[in-house]
């Protein structure tokens, strides 16, 4: 992990350490033996087990005088005495259980630190374990981690070994997908930041399925700080978002701490949005505080909607972002409009370079905040100064298209909204969201959509109309990718900047699909176009469709 979680230390001092170091005495032993037969008389009348001189350890009881590097073990001997258990006169059982001073020969054999020899192998751990599961205490874990020579797979064992994590935890799946060990115990000492391999994708859809693991930590360590110390692919800003926005608590000073020291997040715009985040985090928290001061009680202060649109780079200052939502649109009439035509929403966004944060949006539904847009969502696609919806119907273009039909102006790429994001070397990543503001591009991203004029034939802006030409849906582009590897069905699932997808009506009567081409549109745009007509965003109309 990002901060390394050590087992608790239990310091011996030099009587104690001598004694845990040698072996069991009769007198515990017939204690702590995990089986019925009496102690070997070797033991009773002081000697210690065969299986401890196998260790190297002196054969009296009383003879400690030796440090950990001094013990010189035969583990090959070790392992094949564990092995053959079973056969007639061999006691490994029975001196795997004798504990002395509450301390097993599992723990005598994680003290050792022969360089010659070598540390305790895999295997004699295992055969330990096996004959005697409940020699695996806190003092073999304390052994373990003062043990410089151990090595890791043994470590892997003795916390795999805690199945009722006693003395260890699982990570969550969540930290498991960013590529750290699934034990706790496996703390950084066992990989630095290049060998941590994270499935950003799969921590992705993890993070919409599971937002709560993001405030899962570990010793005070939150994911968002784990995913920020990873350098073999540095995390995304959009999942730097998602973590933030599952767990605002996460965004400690650690976090930024690791932030500032990710050589491979230089001249990304994560730390930037961090401090975004958190500067909107206060205005909130500060308007809240407000809001009890001016005695608002806490039932009409649950009716404020205080939501994050998006946190994302802007390659230029906006002064203003019009997000209306579909119903207001539809029931607005010219009172709604500005000096420029435009209609505008109650919708009140401060902007700075990275962050907007919307406050008392009121008229947006429940079900449509933040949503991620999914294959089968029944949506509008509007521009985004809500001047016009598109229509892939012969009201507005030249002819339909049918949905087989599958051509690079048919398989279509959602990426950002301007020429300069849009190009090939900066796309987007990660997953659409309601209020994203995109494009929508030609496979070879050589075209885009204009839902304005000279492309369209007339404007759709009656955004309250609905018809088989104006409400539909996201698929993938072709038959044969309408599920995933696994063979499941890509219905429901969330859909990324980058993927290849159809837009098709979401009538069953009608087989159309967009096309972008110079056979269905009167005028192509080229990607570069860069007006109202080519800023595009999705408005949710609550149902989903199957193809």
Request: with cysteine.
């Amino acid at each position: 992990m990002a901060v390394s979680e050590d087992y608790e230390i239990v310091s011996k001092d030099e009587e104690s350490s001598c004694s845990s170091s040698s072996s069991s005495s009769s007198s515990s032993s017939e204690e702590e033996s995990s089986i019925d037969e009496t102690p070997t008389s070797a033991v009773a009348t002081g000697k210690r087990s065969h299986l401890l001189i196998l260790m190297g350890f002196p054969p009296e009881v009383g003879d400690s005088d030796y440090d950990p590097d001094e013990i010189e073990p035969d583990w090959e001997a070790v392992g094949e005495y564990l092995e053959n258990s079973n056969t007639p006169d061999n006691n490994a059982q029975q001196d795997a259980s004798i504990a002395e001073d509450g301390e097993y020969p599992l723990d005598d054999a994680l003290w050792i630190q022969n360089y010659e020899s070598g540390p305790v192998p895999a295997i004699v751990v295992v055969g330990l374990l096996r004959l005697c599961p409940q020699a695996l205490t806190q003092f073999s874990l304390n052994a373990a981690s003062e043990n410089p020579t151990l090595t890791w797979d043994v470590r892997r064992l003795l916390a795999s070994a805690d199945v009722d994590s006693n003395f260890t935890q699982m990570r969550s799946e969540l930290v498991q997908l960013m590529g750290y060990p699934p034990l706790a115990g496996d703390d950084n000492d066992a990989y630095d930041q290049e060998h941590v391999i994270p499935n950003w994708e799969a921590v992705r859809q993890h993070l919409i399925s599971h937002p709560e693991e993001a405030a899962l930590d570990e010793d005070g360590t939150y994911p968002l700080a784990d995913a920020l110390w990873i350098e073999s692919k540095p995390v995304p800003l959009d999942v730097v978002i998602l973590l933030m926005e599952a767990c605002p608590e996460s965004l400690t000073d650690e976090a930024f701490v690791y932030a500032s020291r990710n050589e491979m997040l230089i001249g990304s715009n994560v730390l930037r949005c961090m401090f975004n985040y958190n500067n909107q985090l206060l205005k909130v928290k500060a308007k809240a505080d407000k809001d009890r001061d001016n005695g608002m009680d806490d039932d009409e202060e649950k009716d404020k909607d205080m939501i994050i649109l998006e946190a994302e780079p802007k390659t230029q200052a906006e002064d203003e972002i019009i997000v209306p939502p579909l119903e207001a649109v539809a029931s607005s009439g010219d009172d709604d409009k500005d000096d420029d035509g435009k209609i505008e929403a109650d919708v009140d966004v401060a902007v700075d370079s990275e962050v907007a944060v919307a406050v008392d949006v009121t008229d947006i539904p429940e079900w449509s905040k933040k949503q991620f847009l999914r294959y089968g969502d029944v949506v509008k696609i509007i521009s985004n100064t809500g001047q016009a919806c598109l229509d892939i119907g012969t009201d507005c273009f030249l002819r339909t298209t049918s949905c087989t039909e599958s051509t690079p102006t048919t398989r279509l790429i959602l990426d950002g909204p301007s020429a300069s994001t849009s190009a090939v070397s900066h796309p987007r990543s990660g997953p659409i969201r309601e209020g994203d503001v995109f494009g929508i591009y030609s496979e070879d991203r050589t075209l885009r959509l204009d839902i304005g004029k000279p492309s369209m034939k007339t404007l759709k802006n009656s955004l309250g109309f609905s018809s088989w030409a104006t409400d539909l849906y996201l698929a993938p582009a072709d038959a044969n990718a309408d599920a995933d590897a696994s063979g499941e069905k890509k219905v429901g699932q969330i859909i990324n900047y980058g993927d290849v997808v159809g837009i098709f009506s979401s009538s069953s009567e009608t087989g159309f699909r967009l096309n972008i081409g110079s056979e269905a549109v009167c005028e192509v745009a080229e990607a570069s176009r860069d007006n109202w007509g080519t800023h595009l965003r999705v408005g949710f109309l609550g149902r989903t469709v199957e193809r």
